[in-house]
């Protein structure tokens, strides 16, 4: 800052002087975010973590206790931490960084000593249903590129969490483009407990001045006639699938190129149709996912590249090959007129006519007019290496994609990432081609042209990419579109939802308001912020989650005073879940209306039921529930973790899903994962309850979903069999649950009859035993070319020895039951083609 802004810096507590440029539109986002939690919303590349920054100093001086700072992906969480620490007088070690690269027992003794937490989400959504970390402390919480705050990603959770946990809350949201339409952006407010919006674009005066105008472009090119002719051959098939979809009446279109919107509309009466347990629904189901891969194929070779469609057909068809493949997979590689296709591309030895046209653009940008840098977007990873490749033959030039390993593909580490921009910056490279990956948020340099392979069909994904140009100088966009394609569609959808956005944006400052009127009512954060002329903002006691507050009172009022029946008199789950003699009521079990507490009644889990709801010292207890790591991928433990009388604790466990006592461990499936286990898998069920039934005096099998008759051709005698195998032969308790929420019901319940009526503890035990030489042997050979343990079985006993397995031929492959041409011919592949590492 400047020698004549000495009285603001006094203003803003912990800011170093002469790092940050000041600007007044972001001194007056950072006075009213902290008098509310507010939505900032600020064109890319102007300052919005410096709005954050701002509010997160004066919090801390003026409120203490400790700031969070979220973002999306690791690169980004970095470049924060680094720019707090350069701009902040608090000691580095004070300003720590949370990923998955950091140990979880390493994160908690980090956050009790941290000032500033800048942390990917996944990792505090974790830490938090395991229970590692508070947010009682947190007195600001920020929400980078907070438009991601819908559905399940875990800033709604961390939202609903920070507001019923913290003291002192505030949160700040921070997007360049929150939202598609108006109902989206209130959307992202409730879901954060947001009920200020603050919006600058380019036309507010104070921003102009910092930003150039951005010239958008779009180039059409045509497809050659070869791709052309291998688009056709895809659509005829398409068009054959949806013609029998309308025989199925789930449909009226017929045309391959239907929008996605009546796609879901069909998969919405195929549901329908399943849930009633119609034989057409599962014949609609394969040929819906049929059409959906055949569409997807189509996208390649006319927007991407024939490469593109090469590299993601021979996916396919080692998915077809693979035990257990769908019929929508077989169906799909064994078409004739797909495999056509698919020769005429391995045929082809050019790529796509954008690859040229990208080239020229290149070349007129760095070549003709001096540009120094350019960055090219595209969708996909196979087109980004092909790209890179392509592009490097001219210009110096690299890929910069994400951290997770794709087929055929490895992912870019970290620290791979942050050298990667880094060089780029310094001038390194010329050309950076690049996923969505650097699309949100990270300190990309100015660039001279943003090339957009391919246009993206949202506004929030175009805004995002068209930010990483025109910020110190004019700057130029360039869409490439492939005519008469899908590329269309989605450029003129994203263009459309864009105007429409920026208009929305500006209409919520109108009604911002309201939007407590839209939420519910809520009240004031307290007066931590001093406006431009001095005044405080309003104050108020606390501030409250949004919600429906009546609705709060009432199941609050019900369980306080132990009303535990429904209005017919009949006893809910409140009536089994503490406090209760052990009666039941008297009731049957009634699997069909889900009555989960006579079902465990009948399992023989309460046989020592007795005690009370409290401890010795009359203090309320919380039941507690160990969760395996790898649960995390269902919503059951967060929803646990929200329970006002759970508390859950996340590990690794050897065995089973969920330990909810001394005794009772479960083990959850999905209908789809039982059925996995039935048709052949990694390990089957049965060695997995049978290592809880060695381990745990009462293991319970969960079979979450419904449709478990009927589904992928498997018998009903089969079905049966198992289940009662399960129960039988493994002395399992076998329980269905129709969702994630009703199976976060059961185990509460199961868990406070266990550790409050039974009086037991939490313990958790047990090894998974060691195969026998019998088992080696079936593993072994289950693993090749994923045949499943019933085909090892067979060719074992047929052929005698894994190594017979190994050298046997087609022919004396398929003398074992139940191998037949595909499958010998598959281990064949496996076992005697050379391995290329």
């Not at 990917?120 to 938090?128: A, F, R, S, Y």
């Not at 102009?208 to 052309?228: D, F, G, N």
């Not at 009370?612 to 160990?626: A, F, N, W």
């Amino acid at each position: 800052m400047a020698t004549q802004d000495a009285d603001r810096i006094r203003e803003w507590p912990l800011v170093r002087e002469g790092i940050l440029e000041r600007r007044e539109y972001q001194v007056r986002l950072a006075a009213a975010a902290l008098g509310e939690h507010t939505l900032v919303c600020l064109p890319t590349g102007l300052g919005k973590t410096t709005v954050s920054l701002l509010v997160t100093a004066r919090r801390l001086a003026e409120a203490g206790g400790a700031s969070l700072l979220l973002a999306p992906t690791k690169p980004l969480v970095t470049q924060h931490a680094d720019f707090y620490r350069e701009a902040l007088e608090i000691p580095d070690e004070e300003i720590v960084v949370f990923t998955g690269e950091v140990r979880p027992e390493d994160r908690a003794d980090l956050w009790d000593e941290a000032r500033i937490v800048v942390a990917t989400p996944q990792v505090v959504e974790n830490d938090l249903v395991g229970n590692r970390v508070s947010l009682a402390e947190v007195t600001h919480c920020t929400f980078d590129e907070c438009h991601r705050a819908s559905g399940d990603y875990a800033y709604t959770y961390i939202a609903e969490r920070y507001h019923d946990d913290a003291d002192r809350p505030l949160v700040t949201g921070m997007s360049a483009s929150p939202g598609d339409d108006e109902e989206a952006i209130l959307g992202v407010c409730e879901n954060l407990g947001i009920r200020n919006v603050e919006v600058m674009t380019e036309a507010d005066a104070d921003v102009a001045e910092y930003t150039h105008e951005t010239s958008v472009e779009w180039e059409r090119v045509e497809l050659p006639e070869t791709v052309e002719a291998i688009r056709e051959a895809i659509n005829d098939v398409i068009r054959e699938r949806m013609t029998r979809l309308k025989e199925l009446g789930v449909t009226s279109k017929t045309q391959p190129d239907v929008a996605e919107r009546e796609i879901q509309k069909i998969q919405g009466r195929v549901r329908e149709l399943m849930d009633n347990d119609q034989s057409e629904g599962y014949e609609a189901m394969s040929l819906l996912a049929e059409v959906r891969k055949l569409r997807t194929a189509v996208t390649y070779v006319e927007t991407q590249s024939v490469e593109s469609f090469r590299r993601y057909m021979d996916r396919q068809k080692e998915a077809a090959r693979s035990s257990g493949a769908s019929k929508a997979d077989q169906r799909m590689v064994t078409e004739p007129r797909v495999r056509e296709a698919v020769r005429t591309a391995e045929e082809y030895d050019d790529l796509h006519p954008k690859f040229r046209r990208a080239r020229m653009l290149l070349a007129e940008t760095l070549g003709i007019q001096g540009g120094e840098r350019v960055i090219v977007f595209t969708e996909s990873r196979d087109t980004a290496e092909t790209l890179t490749d392509f592009l490097g033959e001219h210009f110096a030039t690299e890929k910069f994609v994400g951290q997770s390993d794709t087929d055929g593909s490895e992912g870019m580490t970290q620290t791979e990432q942050a050298e990667t921009l880094d060089r780029f910056r310094d001038g390194e490279f010329e050309v950076l081609v690049s996923t969505s990956v650097a699309e949100e948020g990270l300190d990309v340099p100015e660039v001279d042209l943003v090339l957009f392979y391919e246009p993206v069909p949202t506004a929030i994904r175009s805004i995002q990419r068209k930010g990483r140009t025109g910020r110190q100088t004019e700057g130029k966009v360039t869409v490439l579109l492939a005519e008469d394609t899908r590329d269309e569609a989605y450029f003129w959808k994203a263009r459309q939802d864009e105007k429409r956005m920026e208009e929305q944006l500006r209409g919520l400052k109108d009604v911002a308001g309201t939007i407590e009127t839209e939420l519910g009512t809520q009240k004031s954060v307290g007066a931590f912020a001093n406006d431009e002329s001095g005044d405080s903002a309003a104050t108020g006691e606390g501030q409250d989650r949004a919600g429906d507050t009546e609705t709060e009172e009432a199941a609050t009022s019900d369980a306080g005073s132990g009303a535990a029946a429904g209005d017919d008199g009949q006893a809910g789950l409140a009536a089994f879940a503490g406090g209760s003699d052990g009666d039941g009521g008297g009731e049957e079990p009634d699997p069909e209306t889900g009555n989960e507490d006579a079902v465990v009644a009948e399992a023989g889990l309460d046989d020592e039921a007795e005690g009370t709801d409290e401890s010795e010292d009359g203090t309320d207890e919380r039941v507690e529930v160990v969760v395996d790591q790898r649960e995390l991928d269902s919503a059951i433990a967060r929803d646990l973790s929200t329970r006002e009388g759970v508390e859950t604790r996340l590990e690794t466990l050897e065995v089973g899903d969920y330990v909810l006592s001394d005794r009772v461990v479960v083990e959850r499936k999905t209908v789809a994962d039982f059925l996995d286990t039935l048709t052949g898998g990694d390990r089957s069920l049965f060695e997995q309850v049978g290592d809880a039934g060695r381990h745990y005096g009462r293991p319970v099998v969960v079979i979450e979903g419904e449709g478990l008759l009927g589904r992928r051709n498997v018998h009903p005698k089969a079905i049966h069999g198992a289940l009662a195998s399960l129960a039988v032969d493994f002395g399992a308790s076998v329980m269905r649950t129709t969702s994630e929420e009703e199976t976060a019901d059961l185990l509460e319940v199961i868990a406070e009859r266990e550790q409050e009526d039974g009086d037991r503890e939490v313990s958790v035990h047990g090894e998974k035993q060691s195969r026998t030489l019998t088992e080696q042997q079936e593993y072994v050979v289950a693993s090749i070319a994923e045949v499943g343990p019933v085909t090892a079985r067979s060719l074992l006993a047929e052929l005698g020895s894994v190594e017979a397995v190994m050298t046997a031929d087609e022919d004396e492959l398929r003398e074992a039951e139940g191998v037949g041409a595909v499958t010998a011919e598959r281990i064949r592949e496996v076992t005697g083609s050379e391995y290329e590492g």
